[in-house]
C-alpha cells in the first residue's frame, strides 16, 4: 500500500472508527446495565469522569440516595472508566459529568448509540457479550 492508496481510504477507515466505538459503547451499555438489572440496583448516581483539569485522575461513581458502599461493591474501577467512556461517547456535546437513575441508564443512553448502528446496518444480536476488560 502506498501513501495516495492510504489516503484514499481515510474516509472508510474513519467511519468503521467510528461504527467500532459505538458498537464497543453500546456493548459496555448493556453489558453493565444487566449487571445492574441482575443485581437489582437502583437510584440516582452522578458519575464523574477522569478530568486532569479538576485534578480527577479516576473515575467517581457517587451514590446520590442510598449507599455509596453497595455500588463501591459493585464496579471497580476498570468498569468506571468504561462506563465514563461509553457514555462520553453516546453523548451529545463534550462532558464529564453525568446524572442518572442506576435502572434507567441503558434505556437513556443506548438509543442514538443502537440508532447509528441499525443505520449503517449493524446487526445487534440479543446474545451481544460484554466486551473484554482491555
Given at each position: 500500500?502506498?501513501?495516495s492508496q492510504l489516503l484514499a481510504s481515510r474516509p472508510a477507515l474513519l467511519r468503521q472508527a467510528a461504527l467500532a466505538n459505538a458498537a464497543f459503547a453500546y456493548a459496555v451499555l448493556r453489558g453493565l446495565g444487566r449487571r445492574i438489572e441482575n443485581a437489582r440496583?437502583?437510584?440516582p448516581v452522578r458519575?464523574?469522569?477522569v478530568?486532569?483539569?479538576a485534578e480527577r485522575y479516576s473515575p467517581q461513581l457517587i451514590a446520590l440516595v442510598g449507599s455509596q458502599a453497595v455500588l463501591d461493591e459493585h464496579?471497580?474501577?476498570?468498569d468506571l472508566v468504561r462506563l465514563a467512556d461509553a457514555l462520553a461517547f453516546a453523548a451529545p456535546g463534550p462532558t464529564t459529568e453525568?446524572?442518572?437513575y442506576l435502572?434507567?441508564?441503558f434505556a437513556q443512553h443506548s438509543p442514538p448509540l443502537r440508532a447509528a448502528l441499525l443505520a449503517a446496518g449493524v446487526e445487534i444480536s440479543d446474545e451481544?457479550?460484554?466486551p473484554d476488560r482491555r
Open positions: 500500500m502506498n501513501l440496583l437502583r437510584g458519575l464523574l469522569a478530568e486532569p483539569a464496579f471497580d474501577e476498570a453525568f446524572e442518572f435502572e434507567d441508564m451481544l457479550g460484554a
